[in-house]
């Protein structure tokens, strides 16, 4: 029997983010975006050495920062520049439930260009994420048209692109 390169029930790329509070992470991941806990391994001091989540079809993989190695947090490193986008049900929904649960509004949901129906939040813990519902089925060529009339519009703003 040969051993598999991507192991079962794995994809091929899993976030794995460092949290300053990694068990109130988890239990905030589970209530706001429904995730699973799949695993969790406990570390010394009451803190969680490992965890994974399933989160739809993903794994998300999650650990509290150890300074002494490298691994820190957002926190802990004044901010990240990563943004996790994920597809949930009801973006509304989830986004509502999100900052009733302590995250902060970056990006107001609103329907984009490209089809989603989408909206930012920083999570408690310094994480990025932008929550999405697809809404409509673009073509390639109505994409593009849309999207030429977004950046002219990003143009015209004072930040600019």
């Known amino acids: 029997m040969s051993v598999k390169p991507v192991p079962e029930d794995y994809p091929s790329l899993t976030p794995y983010l460092s949290v300053d509070g990694a068990a109130a992470a988890i239990d905030f991941y589970v209530a706001v975006l429904g995730a699973t806990e799949r695993m969790r391994m406990p570390a010394p001091g009451g803190t969680v050495g490992h965890a994974e989540l399933q989160l739809g ?3 998300l993989m999650l650990a509290d920062e150890y ?3 490298g691994f820190r947090s957002p926190k802990t490193l004044g901010g990240t520049p990563v943004t996790l986008h994920v597809y949930v049900q ?5 986004f509502a439930k999100a900052l009733a649960h302590g995250a902060t509004e970056l990006r107001p949901i609103k329907d984009e260009f490209y089809g989603d129906r989408t909206g930012q939040f920083e999570d408690p813990f310094g994480h990025r994420w932008s929550v999405a519902t697809h809404v409509e089925d673009v073509s390639a060529e109505e994409l593009e048209k849309r999207n030429e009339e977004a950046m002219r519009s990003v143009e015209d703003t004072p930040d600019g692109p």
């Not at 009801?90 to 989830?94: C, G, L, S």
């Open 57 to 59: 079809s993903s794994v």
């Open 67 to 69: 300074p002494g190695i």
């Open 90 to 94: 009801d973006v509304d929904a989830v």
